[in-house]
């Protein structure tokens, strides 16, 4: 785990706040997992606010303007995941984001404060493409950034776009092609591509903010192969001592994925720690598997997204 320097220093009175965020199929999962399972950390199911405050605006750019409508459900949604009981008093017709924000950063505060924890944690890999809005809210903010080899992510989310094309194809493709299951579709390459070039933007998005020292990166095989010194470098970067329940991670993670621990892609976490089987060697074919080495940055290696990291 790479840092900025040391600790950071949040106001006494308020939790700290983290967002662990990355490209999907990166183990943002796993890492939120472990950091929940400390007894002073609060966390929840991903929820994507950030995104989902624009509603059909969103086009993966900061903006000033949200969806009223979209947005006043979302901080709905979001009050009932944490059992909140508060009202935000944001009124219902509101059209900008930063009120939002702010009300999305007190409602998890409260929560993490009845909790009696002093960190919260949240999880939604595409809040990777909303830090602008996030810092102008909360200028405080801490991001942990997962990054994992471009081939195995290429290879597992194409995977999902095979096997589970209405909830994963529209997330690369815009919403503008629905391929079926199967093998050889003729759209197979373009959404190969697509999977590409989100994978070589979010590299792109968490290289630019190395050395600001609110984002630190976690690279998912050091994570599994050095699992404790990872989460030790964590810890101090939260102010936390490290605590031995983060090892057994599989314990709070259903209550941290929340319905999403159903889901057959969700089940490695709940798995002992170890490298698994490759996506890229065992799902994509020689063809497919030299198409994704030339497209990626670095062939997809960290050592060349990331060098001296």
């Known amino acids: ?13 308020r939790p700290v706040r983290v967002f662990v965020v990355g490209c999907p199929r990166s183990g943002t999962t796993l890492v939120q997992a472990m950091l929940a399972a400390h007894p002073s950390v609060f966390s929840l199911p991903e929820t994507h606010f950030f995104r989902k405050i624009r509603g059909r605006m969103w086009r993966g750019r900061p903006t000033l303007l949200v969806s009223p409508r979209a947005a006043a459900g979302s901080l709905d949604r979001l009050e009932a995941d ?7 008093r944001v009124p219902k017709w509101w059209p900008f984001a ?15 404060k009845d909790a009696g924890k002093s960190v919260w944690v949240e999880k939604s890999p595409i809040h990777l493409r909303c830090i602008p809005d996030i810092v102008g809210a909360m200028p405080d903010a801490c991001f942990i950034h997962v990054v994992r080899d471009g081939r195995e992510v290429v290879a597992s989310i194409f995977e999902l776009c095979k096997t589970q094309p209405d909830r994963w194809i529209g997330q690369f493709l815009d919403g503008r092609s629905r391929a079926p299951g199967g093998d050889a579709d003729p759209r ?9 070039a989100r994978w070589n933007e979010d590299v792109a998005i968490t290289a630019g903010r190395l050395g600001d020292p609110h984002h630190s990166l976690v690279q998912y095989d050091r994570l599994l192969s050095n699992t404790r010194a990872e989460l030790e470098g964590l810890c101090v970067l939260l102010g936390l001592d490290f605590d031995e329940s983060m090892l057994e991670h599989r314990r709070s993670a ?8 159903e889901l057959d892609h969700m089940q490695r976490v709940f798995e002992p720690l ?3 089987e490759s996506k890229f060697d065992s799902f994509l074919s020689p063809a497919q598997q030299r198409a994704v080495s030339a497209g990626l940055l670095g062939s997809g290696s960290l050592d060349e997204a990331f060098p001296g990291r």
């Open 274 to 276: 170890g490298p698994g």
């Open 254 to 261: 259903p209550a941290v994925i929340g319905w999403r621990s």
């Open 188 to 196: 197979d390459e373009l959404v190969i591509q697509a999977i590409i």
């Open 98 to 112: 930063g009120r939002y924000a702010r009300a999305f950063a007190d409602v998890i505060d409260g929560a993490c």
């Open 82 to 88: 944490v059992d909140a009981g508060r009202n935000p």
């Open 1 to 13: 785990m790479k840092a900025g320097a040391g600790s950071l220093n949040a106001d006494d009175a």
